[in-house]
Structure formats: C-alpha cells, structure tokens
C-alpha cells in the first residue's frame, strides 16, 4: 500500500476562511493526509483546533521550530513531506523560506510575500533546494479555465490581440468609510499585508489569469490607483492598462469598493480567429465566440475538452463543480509533482508566479504615485 | 481526542461514476475516514481499488459476509460505523437488509430497492433496530434547496398552489434507437434496475424534491410514460400529473431522451404570495418572485439566509460550489445523527424518503399502464 | 407612388393593452396606413382617441355598419382593405363574420371566438370569400421562432420525440383569492370570454406554438386543470398531456397562478438527433444541443441563419429587438399576402390556427370536466 | 385635428442600416409622420427608395438647397419641421449647419460632426436660432437606462465611486488584418470618419452614457487606443482611464476587434450604498446590488419603477422590448420638445450632448499620442 502525503497546515484555523478550502482540497483526490501543524498563533485555540480535526495532539506545535525539530525527527515515512502556508501575508515570507531551508515542500497563499524582494530571496532558496512549490492562485485549476489555455495555446482563437481581465469585490466599501473601521483592519494595515490592498489580494489573481490562460507576459503596465481617503494607504481599486509583446494590449481591473459586487472575477481574451469568456462566480461555462458562428458554450466534462480540463472534473456533464473543487485540482498538481509525474508540471502555479505576481504589485504600486505613467515589468 | 466515524463502502469501484462523489462528500467535513468496503465483485479489482485509495488491504473483503463478520469482530473503537451502498440498484436491497439486520448504520443510493415491497422490509428492520439510515437524494444538500425549504415552510410564499418539476438528461437517446445497445443497458434490464428506467432514476428525485422543499405530500398521481420501442420494457420519458391535499396541483416532468441536456433538474413552486425557482445546473441561484416587486436572486453565504441554508455554505458569497457540496451536506447530516445531534434531524434524506420513492415508481407505472389514470398515493 | 395598404382598427383604445402593439406592427414597415375604426363602443372616447392617432374624425364611425357602408362607398384606392379586431374576445365573433361577409380582409386576435362552432363558421365564411385572414398569434413572428421551426423542418433535430412548452403568467393571483373581484373580472366571466380563461388566453398560445414550430399536429390530450375556488367558472392554471401522431408525446403547461411569473413562455423540442429551447422573455436566443457537442446560441441576423428568420430580422446582430417586431413581422406577412405575393405564405397565422386553438380549448376543458381522459383532436 | 409633425429624412436609403431604425422610431407614437428627403446622393435611388416608402415623389429633393427651397415655400402646416442627418460623419456638420441657419429642427446621428470645432459651431448657431436639435445616442432611451439615471440621481446607490463602461464589439477584425480591405473602409478614413474609429463610433456611446446615468462630468482622461498596423491611420480598440470631479474614478473599455463580439455595450455603476449593472444585449434587466440584500432585477414596466422609465414602456411586464423602442422613445422626445411640453426636457440627448462627445474623441486621441497623458476635459 502506498502511503498518502502527509501534509501539515501552518494558519487556516477557526477565524480563518481558507483554512476549509485547503483542506477539503488536500482530501478530495485520496492523495493527502493532513497530519499536524499549527493553526493559531495561540497554542491553546491551535490544539482545540486540530481536536476538531481528529489530528493527534501531539503534532501540534507550538512555533515553526518545533514543527521542523520534530518532523524532521520522524521516520522518513512518517515525516510531513509538504507544508501548506495559510498565515496572513506577512507571515508567508519567514515561514516559506524556513521551511525550504529544511527541505520542506510547501504549497502557499497568495500573494506570496510582502515584496518583491523576499519574493526573489525564497525563489533563489528553492532553485537551491529543487522542492515544489506550489502558489494557490486557486482559480487556475478550474477545468474550464484549463480548456481555455489549451484552447489558446492550440491556437483556436488565432493571435490575442485584446485581454480583459476583472475582479470586482464590494466589500472594503463596508469599511472603508469609517475612519476608525478603516484604520484597524488588517488588509488595510501596510505592516501585515504590504504595499497594496485591492492590487495586492484580488489584482494579482487577475494578473496572474491573463498570463496563465494566454501563455504570454505582460511587459509593460500603467496604473491608476483609487485610495478614496487621504489617511488611507492601501490602494482598494484600481485599473491597469497592460500591453504584451507583440503589441497585444488590454486592461486589468481590479476594485473592493464595487459595491454589492461578491467576487466577481471575469476573463475576455480575444484573438484574431476568435474570443474566450469566463466568469468565475459561473466556473462551468466557458463562451466560444467566432465570427459568423453561433456562440458556443462549453461545459465541463464532454469528451470534446482538452486531456487538461477533463482531468479537472470527476464526473459527467450537468454536475456542477465549484471552487473546492478548483483547489483539488492544485492539490493533485502539487502531489503528482511531489511523486515526480513529470506530465503534470503544469498543472499548479509555480514559485515563480508568485514572484511574478510580487513584481506587479510593486510597478503597479510604483507607476500610479509616480503619476500613472508606464512601467516595464522586466525590470 | 474524538475520532472520526469509520465508513465502508459497497461498489464504487474503477467503473463508478458516484464513488469519488461518495469519497469526497465523506472527507469533506473531517467527519468520516474511510476504512473499507468492497469495491467491486471482483476481488482482485476490488484490492486494487482500495491500493489507490491507500486503503489497508485486509479491509477490503471478498463479501459482504466477510465484511461483517471480521468488522464485529473489530474493537468497538475501530469497527465500521456506518456503510455506504453504491452498487446496481438491485443489490440496494439485500446489502442494506443484511446490514441493518447486524446492526450497521447505512447510507444507501436511490431508487432505494427495486420494488416498494422490499423497500417496506427495509423500514421495518430499521424501525426495530434503530439504526440511521440516509438515501443520497443527493440534490436536497444544495444550500439553495435548504434555503427554498425553509423559506416555503415559513410561509415566505404564502399557501402552495402549483408546484412544477423537471428532471431532462439526454443521455439515452444514445442508445435507445439501437436495438442492439438498449437490449444490452442495465439501466433497461429490469432484473438489474427494477421496473422503471426513466422515473425510477430521476423521476424519483424530482418526487422527492417537490416533497421536501414544500414540506407536503402528494396524494394523487397521473402519469404518461414514454417507452418509444415496443421491444423496449423501461420507460425513459414521462410526465406525472400530480395533486396534493388542499387542491394544490402540479406536473413532475422526467426525460432521458431531451436529447442534449445534461442534467437539467429545475425546481419551481409557486404560492399565493410569491414565487419561488431553482435549477441544479447553477445551483446557487434561488430565484424569489413577489407580486409588484423586484426578482430577487438569493446566493449562498449570506447573513440574511436560513440557518439550515448557511450551515451547507463554507465560503463566504461569491465562492460556487456545486455537486460534491451537496453530497457533503448529506454526509455531514448522517455524521451528526450518529453523533445523536438531533438537531441535524432534518439534515439528511431518510428511508422513509426511500421507501415514498418506491411507492411513487410503483405508482406511476401502475398508472399507466391501467390507461392513464389517477392513483392514490396512500394506497 | 404605389399606396399603403388602408387598415381600420375595433377596439384597441384607451384602455386597451394591445392597441399599441398593432399599431406600432402595422406602421413598422411602410405597408400600412391607419386610416380609421372604431376605438371604443363609446362614440366620443372613440373620436378622442381617433384625435390622438392625429386620424380623419370622418373615419371614426359609430359603429360596424357604418363602417362598412361608409367604407364600401368609398373609390378603391381609399376604401379600407384590412380591418383589425382588437375587442374583448366575445366581439370577435360576430365582428369577424360581419367583415368577412362583406368582403373585408380581417386580422383578428386570439382566441379566434368564444367557441369552436363560431369558428367553424368564420372558416366557412373565409373559404367562399377567400379573403385574407390572420390571427395575431403574436410570438410566431419572433426572427428565433422561424429560425427554430425551419431547423426542426429541416431535419436538424432529427425526428421529434418529446414537446414541452410552458406559458405561465401570475397575474390571477392578485385577484383569484378575493372574491368580490374575482367575480367582476371579465376575463372569468364566461359571456365575455368564452369557456375558459388561462387555456383560452395563454394555453392557445403553447398549442399553436407546438404545431408552429414542430410541424406536427396534436392528436389526442388529457388535461387537467385548476380551478381553485368553487364559485369559479374558469380555469385558472391547467396542464395537458399531449400525443402527436408517431408517438411523440409532450406537455402543455399553462398557468396564472404562477405568483410573480410575467410572461414566461418557453419552448423546449427534442428530437433524435438534437434539441431546441428558446424563451420569449429573452427572445434573441434559440439554444442548440447536440450530444456530444457544445451548446450553440443562435441570435438573429446572422447570415448563417434561414432566409425565413433573417427577413424577421431589421438589423445586425447585437441590437435586441422585441415583442413589436415580432407582430410587426406578422403584419407584413399580411400585407405580402394582400399583395398576393405568395412566397409569403407561411409568415403569418392563419384562420384555420385559431380554429384549431378553439378546438383545443373546448376539447381541454372537455377532458377535464370528463374526470381527466383522453380526447381525440379530430373530433 | 393636430397633425403629425412632418418629418424629413437626410441618408437612410437602401444601404444604410440605420434608416429604419429611425423611421420605426418616427412612427412609433404617431407623432410623426415622414413626408419626404434624400435618400440617396444618387436621385434616382433616392426616388426608387421614396417609392418604396410610398412618398411623394415630388418631396424627395435633388440635394439639401432644393429640399430647404421648397421646403419653405410650403405652408406652415405642411413643411418639415424637423430633419433627421442619417449621412456618413463628414456630412453631418454641413447639412446641420444649413439646417439649423434656415431654421430647421433636426435630429442628427453621432458622433455629431467629424472635429469639436464643427460642433463648437453647430452649437453657437443652435443657441441663437433656438431650435430643437437631438443627437441619437439610441442607448439612452432604454426604459432600464432611464430607470438607472433616476435611481442615482436619487441616491439610491448613494455617492458613485467607481464608473466601468464596456462597448466592445468585434466587426473590424473581419477585414483590418487584410490590407486592401483596411485600407478601402470608410470607418477607417480619416476623410470620412473623423480622426477616431472606435472611440468615434462606439466609445462616444460608452462616454455619453457613463456621464448620463451618473449626471456627472468626466474631469480628466488618460486614453490608450491600439491601431494594430502602422497603416492604419485609426484607431479600432481604445481603453480610457476617467476621473470625475469628487475623485469618483472609472475606465471606458470600447474595442472593434474584440472578436465574436456582437455589440457589447455593458454599464456598470458602483456608489457607496450599492451597485447597478446593465447590458445593451439585454435591455430589459437591471440588476441592483446592495450590501447584504438579494440581488435585485429590475424589469420594465413595473409600478415600483420611475415614471421616467414607465413613460419609454409601451406594455406590461414580461412583453420584451429592444432598440427600436429604445430610439422610439428619443424620438418621442423630440415630438414633445417641439410641442414645447417643457417636461420632457430630459427626455432626448441634445446637441450639447453631441460636443461633448467631439470633445471626448479629441482629447483621447491627444492623450493616445502625447503618450499617454491625463488631458483635462475642460480645456
């Protein structure tokens, strides 16, 4: 019998949103077993935790040097061969990094770090090191999104010439105009979620959507940034003008005061034989437009999909998947990965999308205070 | 610390379409550890089958005589709890009575049995050993059906005046105009599937959601079925006049030959105060419809929702989730009522939802075949 | 200068809902110019709203024998040729016949009369004159409709197995349960409307659309209606079972109890080798299945759509248009048809639809009364 | 009697699209009535299509000095009174000019004239004679787009922060990557069509309507237009950066190359109290969305709407209607501004709305070729 991998969790405890879609990820496809780790800063809330997940007391540590102390003490089949990172930003940094320097695998949150830099300093670690590492830009793992890039990729809808990429959120418009709301939360907080807020957490899912499914790179972005308040220093919208070589342009937009807006995140590619669309909020429907052609609508499952987004879904056509499921999809990439499979290296976002992603968040940042102007992102 | 409730399952195997939607639904709560089962009647498939789910082997059993016997023989501690039956509707029958009789709690597929006398054994077997037993009529999970039920019960849309189910798949028109291929389709051998195709498959689950979302019970029933080929036995196509008591009336409509849908399961009840709909393929839509007032569309995950709708919600609005959902919810629903949380009463489908299924099956065959005429429900 | 085609309107003022909708259709293509009639059986609201229309006060008469002896002695080149019947359904009768005995043309709305022995007559009358005469069954007009009954006569979906069409409307509601206004409706009130309101209102509406687009002739029904309070006469809500010659079953669903429902027909065909679904609330889209294949939205003015569907259409695709396009197709069917132009054949309803309909509501009511059997549409 | 208002019509012949928009439009309401132009730079087929129209062959003029001479020989009662401009861009400023210093009403498509310093002038002659004068932003007639105007001008989505507008349509990708065919299209010569192609023709839409429904003015622009190939003089996809007074800021999204489109045109409006969205594809639906409330979806023709929507609704809910009911209702306004019911001022977009539109198209291509550059749109 093959054994499972054994997967520790640092963050993802009672208050935290993320910690359930991790772990019904890391359970879904049998390749998983969630062993230990911690799940609060506060040992007593981190052990109560893991007694609700019928986890043994015992791997439940107090700090990250202990995790990595005893872990590595255990037998080889025993040890937590991956970590998943589920801590507020600020957090991702120290913790990925001490975990690579111990030869951890380690699936993290987006984005990756605070800034660019530590992001460099991590990736120069796991070149070194050569573990996986996986960043949950969780909505690539949608199937239709993984026909979408293949669909791209073979050409279907000739050369891009147009990308559109949204992710509207109304809820910092709930805070946001209260000055004491706005100034104690944390997202809102530079120290704990870096330079940006909206770009930071939902523009960089755009960023990193409109690279993966066109398979291009953005060279050049210009920004303008809406902060609403003067004692605000986080950016909570915004609209990024972007252009890819070969002079293909487009926009991304992001914003959290798009009032009423729940996550409302859309892709609009178009080429010269055709456009894609997909909402997020509707992951089962991806739009095939051609000119002088019915629109078409594909939907997961059909043996007309790509190999890649029939992987992604488990059953017939017209049983809907959702999110957790679009997770899953990452947590099988990360563990066929970890048994060395080498076809499905694509089928997780990299360390390097994460530093990526860091980078735009920093130009982005960069360009809108220094007067909306141009930058390029090779830099 | 509490350990999870040990689950067996029966079928499921390699060639199951529903086994990973069992295994998913299972671990999704951190409730359930699967331990066993058989997987298939092939014992060497059935090994193998558990090797991919890193199942100890000497749990995967040749029988289901075996299974009991060596799981009795197991520390109260360690034993099955609970076992779930995912075999050829044929097999519902013997399976769940043998396993009532020695006293496991059961979650079984739907149509429960292939006869509503064999479904009455069932129940009075449990009645007297008192065990939990659920029958995955997987759709009632969905947050947005709990959410119609409550609202339906609350009188949100007033008295109950037409009530309208659909259930179309196109998936037998395939195979139905050849002769060779419908004399070879369990789902047509009557031995294997009973004496419906069409309503015993998915005419039940449009019976039983009419049912469970308006809280009522039909009394009377007139049904058209559809067979197409004389040599064909198995209806594949009906529609099911329906009245309730208080003169409500209503129409459930089942097809396997609307040639290109999928799965599309659609919910409507209408009351003298409003409206209300639904429709399995974008399950998280549930459509209010007042007199002189805005549609109001309902997703999941808001404050202003049911309890029993937000408890089947792990992500805040704007995060889909689908089928595997659904299904957990259910699962979830049976680990409480074996944790004796009687407040999850209401949380899962029963045997008596089975048994009401059967009798419907029954029923509308009965009632066409006599010409098309009214039966009583209560008979 | 060839002249526009005269037309006189009964009824279709002030109060009336319709009136528009003609008069928009009629003035949509340049073939028409309303010249006169009679807008009210009040002779002064009638010049009134003669005045509004900016109309000769001279051709606003007081009554049907004016009108046509006035008309009649006018040169031909001014007389009225065409005369649209707007009036509350128990005028159509006698208005129609008088118009038609004198040589009239005649576009009367539906339902044709209050009985299908009136209907006999007027068809009687028709075939000796041989004048023009169409029935406003509105929503055949629709660019989508004539593209979804050429597919389905050109094999597209194969041979059709299973009809389903829904027209469910909730305005009844607001009355029905109050029954001082329930009992001064005129729509419930037998001598205005004739034996039955939701089937011979909206219900003729589905059966005329099923044979529309399919082809096809019912041949035998089973109904099943509502009444809901004893002191009702007229049905409310009803669904009948339906068999087409060749076994091809279906449903007829009607209602006006369907609390916050507008006006939501739809239509849903299934042959063996596709499927065709369209919505009259959203009219610019047929939705195409095929297994095994995406789903296709067709919208109208594309080039790759049927000549029949493309003269329905005024301009590209993407700009939307609605319920007055759709009648004002139909009376240009009209007027090719005055004109003689006999391609023009199929591009309007005819006498003998709203015969057929008057067929059907008797026989409807009739299966009902007779305890829900079937009844044979040839009788 | 009052007689209709005499209508005449510059362009709109055979091959124009937009000529019977407009004249469906003229006669929706029987205000009008059309009584003769020129159809055609070509007599003969301006005669062939007068004829077509059934006008008087004597009314359809050689050129515009013929029409204005005659014209104004007639008597009061029977000269035009207002003329619609329906010619290529480079005509609109001339014939208009002639037509407002002789006195004229008239009705001219957009955008207004091919330079802002035409419409400067056009606007300085309109101010001194006084009369009335529409610009045919089709758009804002919609009964849902008037019904947006007033819920914010209400403060029913509280302070608008956030404006996103998508006009995005795929038609020039047809033929902009094929030399000749780019280099023969008059939308793409400057001659002809002004300095801008799709900020000109759609993007002007997407500016006036932002500015529309909020009643608010864009303050500053930031424009990136692609041409695609270096000898393409115009520009076929834009992305304008916007920024109202009270820093409410936004982005104009239109494109000609976002292939597979139709005609795109999407308003999206975010204030601190909640949001609206509308699509031009589906006029009939506004979508409201406020913090922890169901989504709404307004419907025209509801009691609960303003009366400004109700006035542009000529049915009960649940009847669609689409774009010529959408410009029926400008032209209505027109009809009321020349009977001076002072009401309706609202009711049409006026020349004012037009300059405005020439300034938008100017200063973006400015932005576009300075670099980039925020341009202030008082300047």
């Known amino acids: 019998m093959m054994a499972k991998i054994k997967l520790g969790i640092l963050g993802g405890g009672e208050d935290s949103l993320i910690g359930i879609l991790h772990r019904v990820a890391a359970n879904m496809f049998d390749q998983f077993e969630i062993v230990g780790g911690i799940f609060d800063q506060h040992h007593d809330k981190s052990l109560k935790f893991g007694e609700k997940l019928k986890l043994d007391e015992k791997r439940i540590y107090k700090n990250l040097d202990e995790l990595i102390a005893k872990e590595n003490s255990l037998p080889e089949d025993q040890k937590m061969q991956v970590v998943s990172v589920l801590t507020p930003n600020f957090l991702h940094f120290p913790m990925a990094k001490q975990l690579l320097e111990n030869g951890f695998n380690v699936i993290c949150e987006k984005p990756l770090t605070t800034t660019y830099e530590e992001a460099k300093i991590l990736n120069e670690i796991q070149q070194k090191k050569n573990t996986i590492f996986g960043v949950t830009y969780t909505y690539t793992g949608y199937p239709m999104i993984r026909q979408m890039k293949t669909m791209i990729a073979n050409g279907e809808i000739g050369k891009v010439q147009k990308v559109d990429v949204q992710y509207y959120q109304g809820w910092i418009n709930q805070l946001i105009h209260d000055k004491e709301k706005r100034s104690s939360t944390w997202r809102l907080d530079p120290e704990k979620s870096g330079i940006s807020c909206c770009i930071g957490d939902i523009g ?48 991304i937009r992001a914003s959290q005061i798009a009032t009423g807006e729940e996550n409302s995140f859309s892709v609009q590619i178009y080429g010269d034989k055709g456009g894609l669309k997909w909402q997020q909020e509707n992951p089962n429907y991806l739009y095939l437009m051609k000119e002088d052609q019915p629109l078409q609508v594909l939907k997961p499952g059909h043996g007309f ?69 141009w930058i390029n992102m090779k830099e």
Do not use: C
């Not at 902060?227 to 890819?244: A, H, K, Q, S, W």
């Not at 987004?309 to 049983?319: I, V």
């Open 204 to 251: 960089t899912h755009a960023f990193n959507m409109a690279e993966y499914v066109t398979g291009m790179k953005v060279e050049n972005i210009l920004a303008d940034l809406n902060y609403l308040y003067e004692d605000n220093p986080m950016d909570i919208d915004g609209t990024v003008l972007i252009r890819f070589t070969d002079k293909a342009k487009g926009v």
């Open 305 to 373: 999909l790509s190999e890649f987004s029939l992987e992604g879904t488990k059953l017939p056509p017209g049983h809907p998947e959702g999110i957790f499921d679009s997770m899953g999809n990452i947590y099988y990439g990360v563990a066929m990965a970890i048994k060395d499979q080498s076809k499905y290296d694509g089928a997780y976002p990299k360390l390097n999308d994460g530093l990526r992603g860091m980078s735009f968040i920093e130009k982005t940042v960069s360009s809108h205070k220094q007067g909306n102007v």
